[in-house]
């Protein structure tokens, strides 16, 4: 499995922005897929963006336009770049990695889960 730790969280206004980073070990990070995800306090962890295996770039309806997610391969990091945040991103925002590849990005397709990094917008 991968190891992930997320940073880059904390506390912004409406309209603001923030960069959740998400280092990974391994020598596979590469070859893997990669995904945000979210959870409110009550709700479903939610998908929020991700990279497949190829490249290809999938993001959520709600933050399409306002969140671009990348990756650094030489750094073994994933970034979620947050723009134009609004009070209903607050959650706790958690990286996901899969070294297989998979067909949605759903959380039951990533084994490995970093510990999560809280996200907070005010109004």
């Known amino acids: 499995q991968v190891q992930l730790v997320e940073s880059g969280g904390g506390l912004v206004q409406a309209g603001g922005s923030l960069r959740l980073s998400c280092a990974a070990s391994?020598?596979?990070?590469?070859?893997?897929?990669m995904g945000w995800f979210r959870q409110a306090p009550g709700k479903e962890r939610d998908f929020v963006s991700g990279i497949g295996s190829s490249g290809r770039l999938y993001y959520a309806d709600s933050v399409k336009g306002r969140f671009t997610i990348s990756r650094d391969n030489a750094k073994n990091t994933v970034y979620l770049q947050m723009n134009s945040l609004k009070p209903e991103d607050t959650a706790v925002y958690y990286c996901?990695?899969?070294?297989?590849?998979?067909?949605?990005?759903?959380?039951?397709?990533?084994?490995?889960w970093g510990q999560g990094t809280q996200v907070t917008v005010s109004s």
């Open positions: 996901a990695a899969s070294l297989l590849p998979i067909t949605t990005m759903s959380p039951t397709s990533f084994p490995s």
């Open positions: 391994g020598r596979t990070f590469s070859n893997s897929a």
